[in-house]
Structure formats: structure tokens, C-alpha cells
């Protein structure tokens, strides 16, 4: 792992490096690969996190969607103090959470919540942050997804999501249908170097063989998604510091829609209710809508209105809508 900051770090990136050097030492106890990636995700996440404190943005509680093993929850909770959920549609990543929390030498977790991004288990004005990273390219469309981060939000409350791409029409044409190879061309290690590779490579097909999800959207689905929330800015292309609001300034909105990028942004909520209560009171049934679920005993959660009862498992609970539930695990397996 190197410690070196990305180019053109700010003063929060510096503060982001020193915060966490003192455990990147301490946790050189696993296998190197995994490590090196639960470290990479935790230590770009600060410096994000960092800049977000500096604004004045509030923490807790916080609600992540698409967490993978909930790296960049643990950081929020250890550096800032932060209490809240760390989700993902997928168990086995879940589970590998306490996992990752030493490795990086973090003392708390966590609540953990297998589910959906498209069914969010809890009510409406429940967090005042919710955040994203590489996640909204995997759903097809962000629309639903980002309706149920603005439904959870409380007024006020901030929607950041980091590393997702937005495709153009001039970086359609650079890559044409070339694909990044394994291991990687000389000139797609020069390109890796300049940070080129997905100007002339299509970055996300590979993984489209295996039949994942690697959608490209462009400024006007962005646009159409992020609509629900009353303030919305945007960082598309770090190398080209276009920022902007979607809508304007209408050149950097021609020149976004023209070449696309990395796209970045923070998102405020200004309807709906102030968060008021713990986030743990405030579990919502996705087969009836009712609030007051509650521990029932040490294997499940439970709905007062319909019964719907949710596994709790390994410290984890999972709330899926019951179709989804069957479909992904299937009584017997766990
Ligand atoms: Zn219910």
C-alpha cells in the first residue's frame, strides 16, 4: 500500500493521510490482496469524508448503500465519530466485515443490514447521511435506487455518491469496442499510468461477460435521477474540474454531456421532516410499510402488523421484499 495522495491533494486530503497512517502499519496480518483493497477504499473514502466535514456536513446517523464489507462505514464511525448502517445486497461480503474492521484497526462496526437499494428497510426522514460508492452503474438505472436514499433522508440530510461513471458521446468514440486486456497491453500501462484507460478502453466490459452490470449512464439520466433532491452538485472529470449542477453553467453542462467521466456529487435533501429518533427504531417492514420492527429473539426481527419475520444472523439482519428473499435465499441455504 502505498500512502502517496492522489495529484493536486487539497489540505483534507493531507489531513485524510495523516489520520490514517497510524494504522496502516498495525494491520499487515492478511493476505496481502484483500488488504490492499479494504485499505484503498477506507483511506479514499476520508479524504471525501474529510472535505464533506469541512462543509459543515453531518454524519450521523449515516445509512451506505452497495458497502462490499463496510470499509468506508467503519472509517466514518473510528475517524468522525459517526453512528449507522452500512448495507449491501450481498450477505457473504456483509459478513466479511468484522474481517475488514481489523485489518484496518478499527475498533467499531457497524449496524449491518443485508438488503436492497431498491426496498431500503426503514422509514421515511431517518438519516441525515446516506452515501454511495461504485454502486449506482451496477442497478441498470439510479433512478429507484436514488428515490429510496432521498425517501430515507431527513430534511437537510445529504446524498453523497463518488466513482460512478457518466458516458459521452466523445468518449464513446475514443473507446470504440476496444476492451482493457488481462494482463494489461503496453499501451494500456502507459494509459493506466496517465489515468487514460478509460478514455480508449470500455473499462466496464469484462465484467459484462461475466454478467455483471456495468451500466454507462449519461447527463440526462443523471439529471432525471437526481431531480427528487432540492440542491444538487455535481464533479464530473477530476482531471477537467467540471462542476456544476446538471443545469448550469450551460457550458459545463455542453462540455459534461460532450465528455462525460467520473461523476461526484452532493445532494441535499429540503423536504420532508427533520430526522428525529434512533435509526434502530426505525426498521420498516417492506411486505406491509409498518414501522416497529423489533428484536424478537436471538434469530429474528419481527413486523408487528403482518408477522413478516427477518433472519438475524452473524450479527447481521436480512429485510428483503419476500419474492427477492426466496429468489436469492432460498430456504435451506442459508
Ligand atoms: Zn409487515
Given amino acids: 500500500m502505498t500512502t502517496k495522495s492522489p495529484a493536486g491533494q487539497s489540505d483534507s486530503a493531507k489531513k485524510a493521510e495523516i489520520d490514517f497512517r497510524p494504522f496502516l502499519g498495525e494491520g499487515a496480518l492478511t493476505d496481502p490482496v484483500s488488504g490492499r483493497m479494504f485499505r484503498e477504499r477506507a483511506y479514499l473514502a476520508l479524504i471525501d469524508f474529510n472535505?464533506?466535514?469541512?462543509?459543515?456536513?453531518?454524519?450521523s446517523p449515516f445509512l451506505e448503500i452497495g458497502a462490499g464489507s463496510g470499509q468506508r462505514s467503519a472509517a466514518l464511525m473510528n475517524h468522525f465519530g459517526a453512528d449507522g448502517v452500512t448495507t449491501?445486497?450481498?450477505?457473504?461480503?456483509?459478513q466479511n466485515e468484522p474481517y475488514a474492521r481489523v485489518i484496518l484497526g478499527y475498533k467499531d462496526g457497524p449496524w449491518r443490514i443485508c438488503c436492497d437499494a431498491h426496498h431500503l428497510p426503514f422509514l421515511a426522514n431517518t438519516f441525515q447521511f446516506v452515501f454511495a460508492y461504485?454502486?449506482?452503474h451496477h442497478f441498470g438505472n439510479p433512478l429507484p435506487a436514488v428515490a429510496e436514499c432521498h425517501r430515507v433522508l431527513g430534511k437537510g440530510g445529504h446524498f453523497f455518491f463518488n466513482d460512478e461513471p457518466m458516458i459521452g458521446p466523445i468518449i464513446r468514440f475514443t473507446r470504440g469496442k476496444r476492451q482493457l486486456s488481462d494482463p494489461p497491453s503496453r499501451w494500456q500501462r502507459w494509459a493506466y499510468r496517465y489515468r487514460l484507460e478509460k478514455v480508449f478502453w470500455d473499462d466496464g466490459a469484462?465484467?459484462?461477460?461475466?454478467?455483471?452490470?456495468?451500466a454507462r449512464y449519461d447527463l440526462d439520466l443523471w439529471r432525471q435521477s437526481l431531480a427528487p433532491f432540492g440542491r444538487v452538485e455535481v464533479e464530473v472529470s477530476r482531471r477537467l474540474k467540471l462542476q456544476s449542477n446538471l443545469e448550469k453553467p450551460a457550458f459545463t453542462v455542453l462540455l459534461t454531456r460532450l465528455v462525460g467521466g467520473n461523476v461526484k456529487g452532493l445532494c441535499t435533501k429540503e423536504d420532508g421532516e427533520t430526522v428525529n429518533g434512533d435509526f434502530r427504531?426505525?426498521?420498516m417492514c417492506l411486505d406491509c410499510g409498518s414501522g416497529g420492527i423489533s428484536q424478537r429473539s436471538d434469530e429474528v426481527f419481527g413486523c408487528p402488523k403482518c408477522g413478516r419475520e427477518y433472519p438475524l444472523q452473524d450479527g447481521l439482519i436480512r429485510?428483503?421484499?419476500l419474492a427477492l428473499e426466496n429468489s436469492l435465499y432460498p430456504v435451506g441455504n442459508g
Avoid: H, K, W
Wanted: proline residues 3%; without cysteine; glycine residues 12%.
Fill in 206 to 214: 469484462r465484467e459484462r461477460t461475466l454478467g455483471i452490470v456495468e
Fill in 134 to 136: 461504485r454502486t449506482l
Fill in 88 to 94: 449491501d445486497i450481498s450477505q457473504g461480503a456483509l
Fill in 51 to 59: 472535505e464533506l466535514a469541512d462543509s459543515g456536513i453531518g454524519f
Fill in 319 to 321: 429485510m428483503l421484499p
Fill in 281 to 283: 427504531e426505525r426498521l
